[in-house]
């Protein structure tokens, strides 16, 4: 890419705000367009919480991305007001014996061979350091110590407002309704509210909306909707982050996952798996359905949340690609335009 190229970016979330910080950083002109607000409600990269972590089984390609992205994290926290990275660690618990071949041996073993000073646990020690779970249910895990999680909303603002401070142009409230092509070349785009845009690159960085906007990815991407309960317990030093860290709880398994207490108090819960198919573009409840599963698992893993008062939930919206990998990328038979997308629960 040549130097001052003029830049479009389509999502104001993860991918595209970090586009548009570093592009406009490399001395392009770069204009980022949301229909807002930001961080979008329903963005993947919305929510009080997300998880940084580096246990990606046997996939030592994502694990050093990860690794090399704590020092990004490690960056951010010094750069911004505040830190929205919090390193408490990582917990990843099971219910049988680790395994041969299952994501959490073979997390442990990768993240070893990487120097990382993983702490294998068994239930005598998980009733002792982590006293909030039912340690009775669980047989093996570890805690990764180099982990944590991030204020996933609060970080997407914070970006928004550095790249506003550096110089990006944003285009708050100005969705994308169709690309300007020319001879099957992406030249620029036009807005919802009816304004043309022309520019040297598109990147549609448009998340669970790339497959709406892009057709010829459909049977590449999905969009699935995931649970999330955010809970009040009373007491909120018990569910602190040193006492008790992100987590998951045989998640290849079961796919539950969780955080600590923020600052409010609040501990959120959720579920990754399928997922239910959803339109982005609408606004979706958790289902009746998924409340018996949330119980069950509370009931016999986590007691202390069972009477906790939900005070929120939401569907987490997924833009899962065919093989879980990332698509970021020049499209090749549209010149002019780059995907980044296919967040897939990373």
């Known amino acids: 890419m040549a130097k001052t190229q003029k830049i479009l970016i389509i999502g104001g979330g993860i991918f595209g705000v970090t586009a548009a910080v570093e592009l406009n950083r490399r001395g392009h002109e770069v204009h980022l367009f949301d229909p807002g607000p930001l961080p979008h409600p329903r963005a993947s990269s919305t929510d009080i919480t997300k998880m940084v972590r580096a246990d990606y089984g046997a996939d ?18 010094r750069e911004w007001p505040r830190p929205l990275y919090h390193q408490a660690g990582f917990l990843l618990l099971t219910h049988r014996p680790m395994e041969a071949g299952s994501l959490e041996l073979e997390s442990m073993q990768v993240l070893r061979r990487k120097g990382m000073e993983v702490q294998r646990l068994g239930p005598d020690e998980l009733r002792k350091r982590f006293p909030q779970w039912n340690a009775n249910r669980y047989a093996d895990g570890y805690y990764n110590p180099r982990g944590g999680w991030a ?14 401070e550096e110089g990006v142009r944003i285009h708050e409230g100005k969705g994308l309704k169709h690309f300007l092509e020319n001879g099957g070349a992406v030249k620029g785009i036009f807005t919802t509210n009816g304004e043309v845009h022309h ?53 290849s398994k079961t ?12 501990v959120k819960v959720a579920n990754h798996s399928k997922g239910l198919e959803v339109d982005p573009r609408e606004e979706h409840d958790v289902p009746e359905a998924f409340y018996p599963k949330l119980r069950e698992f509370l009931a016999g893993h986590l007691p202390g949340l069972l009477g906790a008062p939900i005070t929120a939930t939401r569907l987490c919206l997924y833009c899962d690609t065919w093989d879980g990998d990332f698509y970021i990328c020049h499209h090749p038979g549209r010149p002019g335009l780059v995907v980044a997308a296919g967040g897939s629960g990373h």
């Open 60 to 77: 030592e390609f994502y694990t050093g991305l990860m690794l090399e992205a704590f020092q990004g994290w490690d960056q951010w926290n």
């Open 151 to 164: 204020e996933s909303g609060n970080v997407v603002a914070q970006l928004v407002q550095t790249g506003k």
């Open 199 to 251: 520019g040297d690159y598109v990147i549609l960085a448009a998340g669970a909306w790339t497959p709406a906007f892009l057709p010829e990815l459909q049977d590449r991407m999905r969009v699935s909707g995931h649970p999330v309960y955010l809970f009040q317990p009373k007491d909120i030093s018990a569910y602190r982050g040193e006492v008790f860290p992100g987590w998951s709880s045989d998640i």
């Open 255 to 266: 796919g539950w996952y969780g955080f600590p207490a923020q600052a409010d108090g609040i």
